[in-house]
């Protein structure tokens, strides 16, 4: 189940290629936050496994879309002075958060 979502994620990062043109940086966000918000929704309602997964591939589109997007916004905005870091903690962050919490979150139950 946990698999589903990296591939939500692969597709939703992949969709920014054509999608973040359309709706910019900052839309692009919101609409990937949106689509996290709705993923959940689904997650939190589902009474089966293929409800959860759709659930998860759903959160994980929304959540690939601002993975692609927040580290480049994030670099073009930021001063000069702290633009590596800043970039460096999103990207930890990323990999900590996102790749740890769902396998720590599945081997508990």
């Known amino acids: 189940m946990?698999?589903?979502?990296?591939l939500g994620c692969f597709v939703g990062a992949m969709s920014t290629v054509w999608t973040g043109d359309f709706f910019g940086r900052p839309r692009q966000i919101l609409v990937g936050s949106t689509i996290i918000a709705i993923g959940a929704i689904i997650q939190t309602a589902s009474y089966s496994v293929p409800q959860m997964m759709v659930g998860r591939v759903v959160a994980g589109l929304g959540t690939g879309m601002n993975t692609a997007t927040a580290g480049v916004w994030q670099a073009e905005t930021s001063k000069m002075r702290s633009r590596g870091k800043l970039v460096i903690i999103q990207m930890v962050r990323v990999t900590l958060y996102e790749a740890n919490i769902p396998s720590t979150m599945s081997s508990l139950t």
Do not use: A, H, Q
């Not at 946990?2 to 990296?6: A, L, R």
């Open 2 to 6: 946990t698999s589903v979502y990296n």
